[in-house]
């Protein structure tokens, strides 16, 4: 395909890719174990990679922690210029990008363009972040004494991240740590990480142009064993990883037993509210795109919807005359709303997600179909499914990461919902669909949602990058992205200066020798 080798060229992608960046050089390139990444839009061989050694990690890590010497005497606002370039070269690159992570992810090429879009917004709001990186001033008990706090870079951060995202998470996090001073190890992962070796030849040459140091911004490519020596390394100050919650869980226990700092980004499962004084028409298009949006592989997807009984029959009927004629196909065809799903793995845990909530005595109300013929041979692409279920079923109680809707009844007032919304394990994403504001308002409450974040009128999906971005409960309690996410990256330092000729003690203690 021609505008895939167009694409693979301008961004530097090789038949066959080295297993880790470091130094403005690649290493890696024989004796090592290779992975080959197949499109799941239409299984075509993309390209090979070397996957890194533990000596190949470690590497790594020395010349992340040599760079930090360098980057973190670099004053903040200059750190924040090599950013802005960055985000100017993201522009350049923005096509190309798109559509690699549409091509490799299997996201649509609309979204695979949001993506890098979401990277360039960041780059922005860090280089404004360089200048801001403040801490409060307080004044002290004691008589000519000031006291402030100030923010210091951490050092080393690793960056674990997941496919469904392949790039954005990892600028989220990347972006900010190098304004605050850090230097970052990257391990995208092992699905995805031809998106990755491209963005980081996008950086290498703003880097290059400045003579800054690769390591400042480090790639490795491996999978969970590399994971996991990240978390386990005391050497890494920060780990923040995103996935499934049994990775967040291993990772949270690995950097916790060492008292490092993490800072978790896990499963979600996700209900809109609709309430009897829902505006029907506004809320569909935020279910459908929240529940079949990439493929319903975003840690925001919608996955339940909780229906006062009221309203119950007719969201049905519409959105049983929506599923059936959503048009699946591949991600690059601009006419696609659904492309496929990542692999094969992920097409059976949708089927037998669909096969056990009906046990469990769930009603499959539409789709659920592996789609197969001329177009569809790389049995990766499914009919996104609605199910009616009820809250408690062990599997509406799980993430399943595919395009399951699950409708769920309500009855009563909006604290009956907001129950139901609450009572699972995970805490991410929620939203209400109501133009009563006293229903609104008890949903964002502290009473309310007990999810990281709470919408009101819009879907569960498609957060934008100035607010804190993360889940509660089973989520991981970390937030990344805007407002002052950024403080994670960084240490915090109290000062107290005496500018008298007196040595007054706190809390009025006489102490003399
Ligand atoms: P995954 O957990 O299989 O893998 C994620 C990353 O963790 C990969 O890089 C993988 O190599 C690494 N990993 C796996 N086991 C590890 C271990 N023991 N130690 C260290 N690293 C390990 O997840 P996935 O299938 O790539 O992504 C889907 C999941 O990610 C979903 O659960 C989704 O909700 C979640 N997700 C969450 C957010 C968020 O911000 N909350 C964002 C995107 C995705």
């Keep these: 395909n021609a505008e895939i080798a167009d694409v693979l060229q301008q961004l530097g ?9 470091t130094g403005l050089s690649w290493g890696g390139q024989d004796g090592r174990t290779t992975r080959s990444i197949h499109s799941p839009a239409d299984g075509n061989l993309i390209a090979s990679v070397q996957m890194a050694t533990p000596e190949d990690y470690d590497k790594v890590v020395q010349a992340a922690q040599e760079a930090f010497k360098v980057w973190r005497k670099v004053p903040a606002p200059k750190r924040g210029e090599v950013v802005r370039q960055i985000g100017n070269k993201l522009r350049e690159h923005k096509e190309a990008l798109g559509k690699l992570v549409s091509y490799e ?31 409060f001033t307080m004044h002290s008990e004691r008589p000519e004494h000031r006291m402030y706090e100030q923010y210091h870079p951490l050092g080393v951060v690793g960056i674990i991240s997941a496919f469904n995202f392949p790039v954005a998470v990892w600028s989220w996090n990347t972006m900010l740590a190098v304004v605050c001073g850090d230097v970052t190890i990257w391990k995208p992962s092992e699905k995805t990480p031809l998106t990755a070796i491209a963005c980081q030849h996008i950086i290498r040459e703003a880097l290059m142009e400045n003579e800054i140091p690769e390591g400042v911004f480090n790639l490795i490519i491996g999978d969970a064993e590399i994971g996991s020596l ?12 995103t996935g499934s919650t049994r990775m967040g869980k291993k990772v949270g226990e690995a ?20 309430t009897e004084n829902a505006d029907l ?10 529940a079949v949006g990439t493929c319903g592989q975003r840690c925001t997807s919608t996955r339940r919807l909780i229906i006062h009984e009221s309203r119950y029959e007719q969201v049905k009927e519409h959105l049983l005359k929506i599923y059936p004629n959503l048009p ?14 990542i692999d094969k793995d992920a097409v059976t845990a949708f089927t037998e997600a669909l096969e056990k909530v009906q046990q469990e005595g769930g009603t499959l109300l539409t789709g659920g179909e592996v789609l197969s013929g001329e177009g569809y041979e790389t049995g990766t692409y499914v009919k996104p499914a609605i199910v009616e279920a009820e809250n408690h079923f062990e599997m509406v109680q799980e993430e399943t990461f595919a395009p399951i809707l699950y409708l769920i009844k309500y009855s009563g007032d909006v604290e009956n919902a907001i129950e139901i919304q609450n009572g699972v394990r995970q805490g991410l994403s929620s939203a209400i669909f109501s133009t009563n504001l006293l229903e609104t308002e008890t949903f964002l409450g502290h009473w309310g949602s007990d999810c990281g974040i709470a919408n009101v009128n819009i879907g569960t999906s498609g957060a934008e990058i100035g607010g804190a971005f993360g889940g509660e409960k089973e989520t991981g309690g970390g937030r990344e992205s805007g407002s002052d996410a950024w403080k994670v990256y960084m240490r915090r330092q109290t000062n107290t200066i005496n500018y008298g000729r007196e040595l007054p003690l706190a809390q009025g203690i006489q102490f003399k020798v």
């Design 13 to 21: 992608i090789k038949d066959s890719n080295p297993a880790y960046s």
């Design 105 to 135: 992810m299997g996201k649509i090429l609309q979204e695979g363009l949001g993506e890098v879009q979401e990277m360039i917004d960041i780059c922005d709001f860090a280089v404004g972040l360089s200048r801001q990186l403040h801490g």
């Design 230 to 241: 990240m978390s386990h390394d005391k050497r890494i100050g920060l780990v923040s990883a």
């Design 255 to 274: 950097v916790g037993a060492r008292l490092g700092k993490s800072l978790l980004e896990l499963g979600g499962n996700n209900a809109i509210i609709l």
């Design 281 to 290: 028409k506004m809320a569909m298009n935020a279910i459908v795109f929240g």
């Design 328 to 341: 699946i196909g591949h991600p690059l065809d601009s006419t696609t709303l659904v492309g496929p799903l």
